[in-house]
């Protein structure tokens, strides 16, 4: 019933930005909670951050607070991760989720996923 597709992933150097697009199909889209998880080679598959229905409510992993920010627009079907400051260990591949809980936002349990695409930071 919802289809995720991200875009925006590439190879940028230490210190740089990046902004990750997920579109999104459905009617019941608004209803969702939407986040963002990434997994590096030989890691589990690790939180990033999520939005609520209302745009005000955020939540972000510790790793990426203050130099990631979260949004979407409803009208537009559309969540974006900004990200900022960019450091190698945020080297993964970056998936988009849709969920009905947002304090509940797990990598086990999430409703649907993106195909994922490939953020690669050089030092």
């Known amino acids: 019933q919802v289809q995720l597709v991200e875009s925006g992933g590439g190879l940028v150097q230490a210190g740089g930005s990046l902004r990750l697009s997920c579109a999104a199909s459905?009617?019941?889209?608004?209803?969702?909670?939407m986040g963002w998880f990434r997994q590096a080679p030989g890691k589990e598959r690790e939180f990033v951050s999520v939005i609520g229905w209302s745009s005000g409510n955020t939540r972000y992993a510790d790793s990426v607070k203050g130099r990631f920010t979260i949004s979407r627009d409803n009208a537009k079907n559309l969540v974006y991760l900004q990200m900022n400051s960019l450091k190698p260990e945020d080297t993964a591949v970056y998936y988009c989720?849709?969920?009905?809980?947002?304090?509940?936002?797990?990598?086990?349990?999430?409703?649907?996923w993106g195909q994922g695409t490939q953020v690669t930071v050089s030092s």
């Open positions: 989720a849709a969920d009905h809980s947002f304090s509940v936002f797990r990598a086990a349990s999430v409703d649907y």
């Open positions: 459905g009617r019941t889209f608004s209803r969702y909670a």
